[in-house]
């Protein structure tokens, strides 16, 4: 059984890799660049899973699945590939101020949530922040929600993994392909074959994980998903140390804005979240992004000796007038399956999508 993927970021890797451990899957992943270039390339893969809002259906439930497959698939493919992923096993601490304080009874509420679900989440006082994070020194925060079993890594390592692995397990990579057209079928409710830059090729299932890319293909197949793009900026700041305890280094989060620890006294801040004004068109906003850099230095005062080693900026795809991710069928067409439009949890929720859609294939056979 032939599967295309269109789009090779986290999730279009995640769904190829998943998809390669399955017997009798003849697997093709196209992209028109090379992976892990676009939304997955600027992202900072903080995986808010268990600290997340989210407590039932399926947000949840694919929050918990990712967190959990990502615990055996970094070693998994670190075995398989001899590379280095990094991915930050200390957790996620995210920081409170005043307001939080009427709602601290939310955050009271969802450590027993997760309690019963067999989570762990812990509420600090600023005693206990103080003591385990001296780093952070701002009067303004009035507690802690230290959450271990969070993760952070490294979305760019990963998807070049998870891609390595795929390759080993047989599965076919063409970078530099664009998908030109969509010819009609001669039985509706089926897409058998698109044309490409490198000519025909034909599949009884294709898998559209193409991002912000996904609109345009979608159109071409008269169903368009609309996806438009939030632009996020961030910095990498170079401290020269470790920023508090050298033993203890979790991702810090407060008021949407992430410090995370990269190894050798270095820290990726961000990110802006910024929308297009009129079209698509966002240029990057220097205001915005020294504002994430001056939060970031009032929550780790620290941070105002670092030296600036690069800010870069990148595209989300979110999914107009509907919830994100958007993961199914492509209405009218019952081989085309979308995994796209992750907003802001591409790589969150990658593994619980390659998940949905290996389902999706299996359920049905061929061309179901």
């Given amino acids: 059984m032939n599967v295309v993927i269109i789009g090779c970021g986290v999730v279009g890797a995640a769904i190829a890799y998943e998809l390669s451990l399955v017997k009798g899957l003849k697997i093709t992943v196209c992209d028109r660049q090379p992976p892990a ?90 005693a206990k922040l103080k003591n385990i994070c001296p780093q952070i020194n ?25 891609v390595e692995a795929a390759q080993q397990n047989g599965v076919t990579f063409k970078f530099g392909v664009t998908v030109l057209d969509a010819p009609i079928s001669s039985t509706p409710e089926f897409c058998n074959q698109l044309e490409t830059t490198e000519g025909k090729i034909t599949a009884d299932w294709f898998v559209i994980a193409a991002g912000l890319g996904s609109t345009p293909l979608t159109a071409k197949l008269n169903q368009i998903i609309d996806i438009r793009p939030v632009l996020g900026q961030a910095l990498q700041m170079h401290v020269g140390h470790p920023l508090g305890n050298p ?42 992004l020294e504002s ?23 595209l989300r795809p979110r999914p107009e007038g509907r919830p994100a991710p958007v993961i199914g069928k492509l209405p009218g067409f019952s081989n085309v399956l979308l995994a796209t439009g992750h907003y802001r949890n591409g790589v969150l929720l990658a593994p619980a999508t390659a998940y949905a859609i290996r389902e999706m294939i299996i359920s049905q056979g061929i061309g179901g």
């Fill in 37 to 126: 270039q676009a939304s997955t390339g600027a992202a900072l893969g903080v995986l808010m899973g268990v600290i997340s809002q989210k407590i039932k259906g399926k947000a949840w439930q694919m929050r918990q699945t990712s967190i959990q497959r990502y615990e055996t698939l970094i070693p998994e493919l670190e075995a398989l590939t001899g590379r280095k992923i990094p991915f930050n096993r200390q957790g996620i601490l995210m920081l409170l101020s005043d307001s939080f304080l009427e709602g601290m009874s939310a955050w009271e509420n969802l450590v027993e949530v997760r309690h019963s679900q067999g989570w762990n989440l812990e509420i600090w006082d600023t």
């Fill in 138 to 162: 701002n009067e303004k925060i009035t507690g802690a929600v230290y959450s271990p079993q969070d993760r952070q890594l490294d979305p760019t390592a990963l998807t070049l993994a998870l």
């Fill in 247 to 288: 033993d203890f280094q979790p991702a810090i989060t407060g008021n949407d804005v992430h410090i995370v620890p990269v190894g050798g006294g270095d820290y990726w801040v961000g990110a802006t979240v910024e929308f297009p004004s009129n079209g698509d068109e966002i240029p990057p906003n220097q205001e915005l």
């Fill in 292 to 314: 994430v850099k001056e939060q970031a230095i009032a929550f780790c005062p620290e941070l105002a000796t670092a030296n600036i080693l690069r800010t870069w900026s990148g």
